[in-house]
């Protein structure tokens, strides 16, 4: 069925400990594959490309930048994940698509990419979540935690409480919080429950993204 799905959880958990999300203009003016070389050296366990915003890369040049990360990726053996395009994460062979609550459900994603596809829903509410894991999710985004700059259309903050909302509303699946989140504020984010952090500026803006990626797996007691 559907539901059918072959990702595990408890490797899951362990590769959504510092997930990097980024895209070309996320990374002031640095090019994104030393960018993404860099972080996945210092600790980075998951990558979601996110090739969104004024000025990102479409068609053809958005691809030959996915192709590139990828292939950075399966060096470093970490997923690549495709934020939203479902043609793009097919055409690839993506590990797993990441998509919003208005997106079409885990479900269907997964039976039309392989039923190794991780897929994950962003869920800004206890219902929000349920409607996901309901529609099958491997994973949730859940945010924003703090305030950020790197979404437009961005919702109110939470704050590491909608975390412990989730749980204590018996949502036990993998999850991840977003949204402006630093190696010194990611302590009350895992504490809330979260399985991992997911961070797009604290590490495509550091000036050494391989020491600000280290500094968050640091905090799983993991150094490199
Ligand atoms: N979704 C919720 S907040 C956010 C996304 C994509 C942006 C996170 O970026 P940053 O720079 O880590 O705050
Ligand atoms: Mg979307």
Redesign the pocket.
């Known amino acids: 069925s559907s539901f059918d799905r072959r990702i595990d959880p408890a490797k899951l958990r362990r590769q959504l400990a510092v997930y990097f999300?980024m895209g070309s203009i996320n990374c002031g003016g640095k090019n994104p594959v030393i960018v993404l070389r860099e972080a996945i050296a210092g600790g980075v366990t998951m990558f979601q490309f996110r090739e969104k915003g004024t000025g990102a890369l479409t068609g053809k040049a958005a691809y030959e930048l996915a192709r590139e990360l990828q292939a950075v990726c399966r060096e470093g053996g970490v997923p690549f994940i495709v934020n939203d395009d479902v043609e793009m994460a097919a055409a690839l062979g993506a590990d797993g698509i990441h998509v919003g609550q208005e997106d079409s459900p885990a479900s269907s994603l997964r039976s039309r990419l392989g039923h190794n596809t991780i897929v994950g829903v962003?869920a800004h509410s206890v219902e929000e979540a349920r409607h996901a894991i309901a529609d099958g999710a491997d994973y949730l985004g859940v945010?924003?935690m703090y305030p950020?700059?790197?979404?437009s259309d961005?919702r109110p903050v939470r704050g590491p409480h909608l975390i412990q909302e989730l749980r204590s509303h018996g949502i036990t699946v993998p999850l991840v919080g977003?949204?402006?989140?630093t190696p010194a504020k990611a302590s009350p984010v895992l504490s809330a429950g979260a399985d991992g952090i997911s961070?797009?500026?604290?590490i495509s803006q550091a000036e050494e993204p391989g020491r600000a990626a280290a500094a968050f797996a640091a905090l799983y007691g993991k150094t490199t």
């Open positions: 999300i962003s945010g924003p950020t700059l790197s979404k961005v977003i949204g402006g989140i961070v797009i500026s604290a």
